[in-house]
Protein backbone atom coordinates (compact mmCIF):
# COMPACT_ATOMS: atom_id res chain seq x y z
CA UNK A 1 0.00 0.00 0.00
CA UNK A 2 1.47 3.52 -0.74
CA UNK A 3 2.60 5.57 1.85
CA UNK A 4 2.03 9.15 0.74
CA UNK A 5 -1.31 9.20 2.47
CA UNK A 6 -3.67 12.19 3.61
CA UNK A 7 -1.78 13.87 6.05
CA UNK A 8 -4.61 14.30 8.17
CA UNK A 9 -4.68 10.19 8.68
CA UNK A 10 -4.50 10.53 12.26
CA UNK A 11 -7.88 13.10 12.42
CA UNK A 12 -9.98 10.55 9.94
CA UNK A 13 -8.79 7.73 11.88
CA UNK A 14 -10.26 9.27 14.78
CA UNK A 15 -13.06 9.98 13.24
CA UNK A 16 -14.13 6.47 11.90
CA UNK A 17 -13.25 5.15 15.61
CA UNK A 18 -15.59 7.49 17.11
CA UNK A 19 -18.28 7.08 14.69
CA UNK A 20 -17.81 2.98 15.56
CA UNK A 21 -18.32 3.96 19.33
CA UNK A 22 -21.35 6.03 18.46
CA UNK A 23 -22.70 3.06 16.73
CA UNK A 24 -21.55 0.16 19.44
CA UNK A 25 -23.16 2.67 22.27
CA UNK A 26 -26.58 1.99 20.77
CA UNK A 27 -26.05 -2.03 21.01
CA UNK A 28 -28.02 -3.95 24.05
CA UNK A 29 -27.09 -7.19 25.47
CA UNK A 30 -30.13 -9.29 23.19
CA UNK A 31 -27.99 -7.64 20.35
CA UNK A 32 -24.74 -9.30 21.26
CA UNK A 33 -26.08 -12.71 19.71
CA UNK A 34 -26.83 -10.99 16.23
CA UNK A 35 -25.31 -11.87 13.34
CA UNK A 36 -23.14 -9.36 11.43
CA UNK A 37 -21.26 -9.29 7.40
CA UNK A 38 -18.49 -11.06 9.06
CA UNK A 39 -19.74 -14.70 8.67
CA UNK A 40 -17.66 -16.12 11.76
CA UNK A 41 -18.95 -13.37 13.96
CA UNK A 42 -21.54 -12.58 16.30
CA UNK A 43 -21.85 -9.09 17.29
CA UNK A 44 -19.98 -10.12 20.30
CA UNK A 45 -17.08 -11.43 18.54
CA UNK A 46 -17.01 -8.46 16.13
CA UNK A 47 -16.66 -6.37 19.28
CA UNK A 48 -13.69 -8.51 20.52
CA UNK A 49 -11.81 -8.66 17.55
CA UNK A 50 -12.60 -4.89 17.10
CA UNK A 51 -11.06 -3.74 20.73
CA UNK A 52 -8.33 -6.26 20.52
CA UNK A 53 -6.94 -4.38 17.39
CA UNK A 54 -7.07 -0.98 19.13
CA UNK A 55 -5.56 -2.63 22.06
CA UNK A 56 -2.57 -4.34 19.45
CA UNK A 57 -2.30 -0.75 17.04
CA UNK A 58 -2.04 1.35 20.63
CA UNK A 59 1.02 -1.44 21.86
CA UNK A 60 2.27 -0.76 18.07
CA UNK A 61 2.23 2.75 18.07
CA UNK A 62 5.04 2.46 21.07
CA UNK A 63 7.13 0.21 19.35
CA UNK A 64 5.72 -2.96 20.75
CA UNK A 65 5.46 -5.98 18.32
CA UNK A 66 4.36 -8.80 21.03
CA UNK A 67 2.07 -10.97 19.26
CA UNK A 68 0.32 -11.43 23.05
CA UNK A 69 -0.34 -7.66 22.39
CA UNK A 70 -3.14 -9.13 19.52
CA UNK A 71 -4.74 -12.05 21.47
CA UNK A 72 -8.41 -11.96 21.75
CA UNK A 73 -9.59 -9.92 25.11
CA UNK A 74 -12.47 -11.03 26.90
CA UNK A 75 -15.42 -8.09 26.93
CA UNK A 76 -16.83 -8.92 30.46
CA UNK A 77 -20.42 -8.00 31.08
CA UNK A 78 -20.26 -4.48 29.62
CA UNK A 79 -19.16 -5.20 25.89
CA UNK A 80 -20.24 -1.53 25.04
CA UNK A 81 -17.99 -0.16 27.61
CA UNK A 82 -15.03 -2.80 27.12
CA UNK A 83 -14.65 -1.77 23.47
CA UNK A 84 -15.04 2.04 24.07
CA UNK A 85 -12.32 1.93 26.71
CA UNK A 86 -10.40 0.34 23.80
CA UNK A 87 -10.99 3.01 21.62
CA UNK A 88 -10.33 5.54 24.10
CA UNK A 89 -6.64 3.54 24.39
CA UNK A 90 -6.34 3.73 20.70
CA UNK A 91 -7.10 7.34 20.09
CA UNK A 92 -4.74 8.35 22.83
CA UNK A 93 -2.40 6.50 21.54
CA UNK A 94 -2.36 7.54 18.28
CA UNK A 95 -2.82 11.12 19.15
CA UNK A 96 0.88 11.27 20.84
CA UNK A 97 3.25 13.75 18.92
CA UNK A 98 5.10 12.48 16.33
CA UNK A 99 3.46 9.24 15.73
CA UNK A 100 3.30 8.99 11.98
CA UNK A 101 7.41 9.90 12.33
CA UNK A 102 7.17 6.34 14.13
CA UNK A 103 7.90 2.79 12.69
CA UNK A 104 5.18 0.46 13.75
CA UNK A 105 5.61 -3.58 14.24
CA UNK A 106 2.41 -5.61 13.61
CA UNK A 107 3.14 -9.04 13.92
CA UNK A 108 -0.60 -10.01 13.30
CA UNK A 109 -0.02 -8.64 9.88
CA UNK A 110 3.36 -9.74 8.95
CA UNK A 111 6.13 -10.64 11.60
CA UNK A 112 9.72 -8.65 11.70
CA UNK A 113 8.40 -6.38 9.17
CA UNK A 114 8.24 -2.50 10.30
CA UNK A 115 5.47 -0.35 8.44
CA UNK A 116 5.59 3.28 8.62
CA UNK A 117 3.61 5.48 10.58
CA UNK A 118 0.94 6.86 7.90
CA UNK A 119 0.56 3.17 6.07
CA UNK A 120 0.73 1.69 9.93
CA UNK A 121 -2.52 4.46 10.56
CA UNK A 122 -3.81 3.54 7.22
CA UNK A 123 -4.65 0.15 7.88
CA UNK A 124 -6.33 0.85 11.11
CA UNK A 125 -8.61 3.36 9.44
CA UNK A 126 -9.94 1.62 6.59
CA UNK A 127 -10.29 -1.40 9.37
CA UNK A 128 -12.87 0.93 11.60
CA UNK A 129 -14.33 2.46 8.13
CA UNK A 130 -15.42 -1.22 7.23
CA UNK A 131 -16.39 -2.30 10.99
CA UNK A 132 -18.56 1.08 11.42
CA UNK A 133 -20.16 -0.41 8.84
CA UNK A 134 -20.62 -3.55 9.95
CA UNK A 135 -21.64 -2.94 13.31
CA UNK A 136 -24.55 -0.39 11.79
CA UNK A 137 -25.61 -2.57 9.33
CA UNK A 138 -25.90 -5.60 12.45
CA UNK A 139 -27.87 -3.08 14.07
CA UNK A 140 -30.03 -1.64 11.18
CA UNK A 141 -28.65 1.97 11.83
CA UNK A 142 -27.28 4.70 9.62
CA UNK A 143 -23.75 5.31 9.30
CA UNK A 144 -22.67 8.65 8.98
CA UNK A 145 -18.83 9.42 7.68
CA UNK A 146 -18.18 13.22 5.98
CA UNK A 147 -17.39 13.21 2.28
CA UNK A 148 -14.00 13.89 2.92
CA UNK A 149 -13.62 10.93 4.71
CA UNK A 150 -14.83 8.51 2.15
CA UNK A 151 -12.70 9.85 -0.45
CA UNK A 152 -9.78 9.28 1.45
CA UNK A 153 -11.25 5.86 2.62
CA UNK A 154 -11.77 4.89 -0.94
CA UNK A 155 -8.29 5.41 -2.02
CA UNK A 156 -6.83 2.89 1.11
CA UNK A 157 -9.49 0.49 -0.15
CA UNK A 158 -8.14 0.43 -3.42
CA UNK A 159 -4.22 -0.01 -2.62
CA UNK A 160 -5.51 -3.07 -0.52
CA UNK A 161 -3.53 -6.15 -2.12
CA UNK A 162 -6.01 -8.56 -3.93
CA UNK A 163 -5.54 -12.26 -5.60
CA UNK A 164 -5.40 -15.09 -3.45
CA UNK A 165 -4.01 -13.24 -0.63
CA UNK A 166 -7.38 -12.39 0.41
CA UNK A 167 -8.21 -15.95 0.51
CA UNK A 168 -5.74 -17.07 3.32
CA UNK A 169 -6.62 -18.04 6.63
CA UNK A 170 -6.62 -14.77 8.70
CA UNK A 171 -6.70 -12.32 5.87
CA UNK A 172 -8.19 -9.04 6.70
CA UNK A 173 -10.52 -8.77 3.73
CA UNK A 174 -12.42 -10.99 1.53
CA UNK A 175 -12.23 -10.78 -2.36
CA UNK A 176 -13.94 -8.02 -3.66
CA UNK A 177 -17.65 -8.01 -4.55
CA UNK A 178 -19.21 -6.85 -8.31
CA UNK A 179 -20.91 -3.77 -7.54
CA UNK A 180 -22.02 -0.95 -9.31
CA UNK A 181 -24.30 1.90 -8.02
CA UNK A 182 -24.74 2.88 -4.51
CA UNK A 183 -22.86 5.49 -2.08
CA UNK A 184 -19.40 5.65 -1.96
CA UNK A 185 -19.35 3.69 1.05
CA UNK A 186 -20.91 0.58 -0.64
CA UNK A 187 -18.30 0.88 -3.54
CA UNK A 188 -15.66 0.99 0.08
CA UNK A 189 -17.14 -1.87 2.09
CA UNK A 190 -17.57 -3.93 -1.93
CA UNK A 191 -13.64 -3.58 -2.65
CA UNK A 192 -12.89 -5.19 0.72
CA UNK A 193 -15.17 -8.10 0.14
CA UNK A 194 -18.59 -7.43 1.93
CA UNK A 195 -22.06 -6.95 -0.01
CA UNK A 196 -23.32 -3.64 0.54
CA UNK A 197 -27.12 -4.99 0.36
CA UNK A 198 -26.59 -7.96 3.31
CA UNK A 199 -28.91 -8.12 5.88
CA UNK A 200 -29.41 -9.89 9.19
CA UNK A 201 -31.17 -13.22 8.35
CA UNK A 202 -33.89 -12.41 10.50
CA UNK A 203 -33.40 -8.30 10.79
CA UNK A 204 -36.96 -6.84 10.32
CA UNK A 205 -36.63 -4.07 8.31
CA UNK A 206 -40.11 -2.73 8.63
CA UNK A 207 -40.62 0.73 10.71
CA UNK A 208 -41.30 0.63 14.73
CA UNK A 209 -44.61 0.48 15.92
CA UNK A 210 -44.71 3.24 18.76
CA UNK A 211 -47.23 5.21 20.54
CA UNK A 212 -47.58 8.58 19.45
CA UNK A 213 -45.03 11.17 20.88
CA UNK A 214 -45.50 14.89 20.76
CA UNK A 215 -41.81 16.46 21.33
CA UNK A 216 -41.40 19.81 21.88
CA UNK A 217 -38.60 22.33 22.09
CA UNK A 218 -39.86 25.02 24.20
CA UNK A 219 -40.11 27.66 21.89
CA UNK A 220 -42.78 30.53 22.31
CA UNK A 221 -44.49 29.66 19.04
CA UNK A 222 -45.61 26.06 19.84
CA UNK A 223 -47.25 27.57 23.51
CA UNK A 224 -48.82 30.61 21.37
CA UNK A 225 -50.14 28.45 18.36
CA UNK A 226 -50.41 24.92 19.63
CA UNK A 227 -48.40 22.77 17.97
CA UNK A 228 -45.28 20.01 18.43
CA UNK A 229 -41.89 20.97 17.36
CA UNK A 230 -42.16 16.78 16.06
CA UNK A 231 -44.55 13.87 16.07
CA UNK A 232 -43.26 10.42 16.25
CA UNK A 233 -45.83 7.79 15.55
CA UNK A 234 -45.67 4.53 13.77
CA UNK A 235 -41.65 4.03 13.23
CA UNK A 236 -42.03 8.02 11.46
CA UNK A 237 -40.71 11.21 12.83
CA UNK A 238 -42.85 14.14 11.17
CA UNK A 239 -40.90 17.60 12.01
CA UNK A 240 -42.71 20.82 11.72
CA UNK A 241 -41.29 23.48 9.81
CA UNK A 242 -37.84 24.89 11.69
CA UNK A 243 -36.63 28.09 11.40
CA UNK A 244 -33.34 29.74 12.66
CA UNK A 245 -34.74 31.02 16.08
CA UNK A 246 -32.56 29.64 19.27
CA UNK A 247 -35.36 28.36 21.16
CA UNK A 248 -33.23 28.86 24.33
CA UNK A 249 -33.09 32.93 24.10
CA UNK A 250 -35.65 33.29 20.95
CA UNK A 251 -33.13 35.16 19.12
CA UNK A 252 -32.43 34.68 15.40
CA UNK A 253 -29.49 35.97 12.95
CA UNK A 254 -29.43 38.46 10.56
CA UNK A 255 -27.61 35.59 8.08
CA UNK A 256 -29.73 33.46 6.08
CA UNK A 257 -26.70 30.93 6.46
CA UNK A 258 -26.27 30.81 10.15
CA UNK A 259 -30.06 30.61 10.53
CA UNK A 260 -29.53 27.77 8.57
CA UNK A 261 -27.11 26.07 10.49
CA UNK A 262 -29.57 26.70 13.56
CA UNK A 263 -32.93 24.99 11.65
CA UNK A 264 -30.52 21.96 11.48
CA UNK A 265 -29.45 22.05 14.90
CA UNK A 266 -32.94 22.60 16.13
CA UNK A 267 -34.30 19.87 14.00
CA UNK A 268 -31.30 17.44 15.03
CA UNK A 269 -32.57 18.10 18.81
CA UNK A 270 -36.29 17.15 17.97
CA UNK A 271 -35.24 13.93 16.31
CA UNK A 272 -32.98 12.91 19.11
CA UNK A 273 -35.98 13.04 21.32
CA UNK A 274 -37.04 10.07 19.59
CA UNK A 275 -33.89 8.21 19.09
CA UNK A 276 -32.99 9.51 15.36
CA UNK A 277 -30.53 11.57 14.02
CA UNK A 278 -30.11 13.21 10.63
CA UNK A 279 -28.90 10.12 9.07
CA UNK A 280 -32.48 8.87 9.34
CA UNK A 281 -34.09 11.66 7.55
CA UNK A 282 -36.10 10.46 4.10
CA UNK A 283 -37.58 13.69 2.67
CA UNK A 284 -36.52 17.48 3.46
CA UNK A 285 -38.94 20.39 2.60
CA UNK A 286 -36.78 24.11 2.66
CA UNK A 287 -39.04 27.64 2.45
CA UNK A 288 -38.07 30.77 1.68
CA UNK A 289 -39.28 34.27 1.14
CA UNK A 290 -36.37 35.16 -1.40
CA UNK A 291 -35.03 32.33 -3.97
CA UNK A 292 -31.79 34.25 -3.84
CA UNK A 293 -31.15 32.89 -0.70
CA UNK A 294 -31.13 29.31 -1.46
CA UNK A 295 -27.85 28.68 -2.90
CA UNK A 296 -25.70 30.17 -0.08
CA UNK A 297 -27.06 27.92 2.12
CA UNK A 298 -26.19 24.66 -0.21
CA UNK A 299 -22.91 24.14 1.20
CA UNK A 300 -24.37 23.85 4.90
CA UNK A 301 -27.08 21.49 3.41
CA UNK A 302 -24.79 19.33 1.65
CA UNK A 303 -22.30 19.05 5.12
CA UNK A 304 -25.62 18.12 6.87
CA UNK A 305 -27.10 15.86 3.94
CA UNK A 306 -24.58 14.63 1.23
CA UNK A 307 -24.42 10.96 2.56
CA UNK A 308 -27.81 10.56 3.55
CA UNK A 309 -29.25 12.32 0.39
CA UNK A 310 -33.42 12.61 1.58
CA UNK A 311 -35.90 13.62 -0.99
CA UNK A 312 -35.98 17.45 -0.67
CA UNK A 313 -38.11 20.69 -2.10
CA UNK A 314 -37.59 24.27 -2.36
CA UNK A 315 -40.21 26.55 -1.91
CA UNK A 316 -40.69 30.20 -2.59
CA UNK A 317 -43.39 31.51 0.19
CA UNK A 318 -44.14 34.16 2.84
CA UNK A 319 -42.89 33.15 6.27
CA UNK A 320 -44.64 33.83 9.36
CA UNK A 321 -42.05 36.71 10.75
CA UNK A 322 -39.97 39.07 8.31
CA UNK A 323 -37.05 38.01 10.48
CA UNK A 324 -37.74 34.25 9.50
CA UNK A 325 -35.18 33.75 6.03
CA UNK A 326 -35.46 29.89 5.66
CA UNK A 327 -37.68 27.59 7.42
CA UNK A 328 -37.17 23.57 6.99
CA UNK A 329 -39.64 20.93 7.54
CA UNK A 330 -37.77 17.37 7.76
CA UNK A 331 -39.30 13.90 8.13
CA UNK A 332 -37.13 10.73 9.65
CA UNK A 333 -37.86 6.75 9.78
CA UNK A 334 -37.29 5.82 12.94
CA UNK A 335 -34.64 2.70 13.01
CA UNK A 336 -35.96 -0.47 13.55
CA UNK A 337 -33.57 -1.64 16.62
CA UNK A 338 -33.92 1.72 18.48
CA UNK A 339 -35.60 1.18 21.72
Known amino acids: MPTNLDPGIVALDAQ ?8 VAQATAADMARPTPCSDWTLHGLLRHMATQHYGFAAASAG ?5 RWQLRPLGDDPVGAYRAAAECVLAAFAADGVLDREFPL ?4 RGLMFPGPQAVSFHFIDYVVHSWDVARTLGLPVR ?13 RAVPRGNSRLEPGAAFAP ?6 GSRLDQIVAILGRSPDWRPPSADSGPRSTPRQAILSGSAFEEQIGYARAVADGGWVHVSGTTGFDYTTMTISDDVVEQAEQCLRN ?3 ALAEADCTLADVVR ?3 LLPDRADFEPCWPVLRRYF ?3 RPAATMLVCGLADPRMKIEIEAYARQPPSAT
Open 16 to 23: AVSESVRL
Open 64 to 68: DGDMA
Open 107 to 110: PEFK
Open 145 to 157: FDPALLDVALTVA
Open 176 to 181: GVAWSG
Open 267 to 269: IQA
Open 284 to 286: VRY
Open 306 to 308: SEV
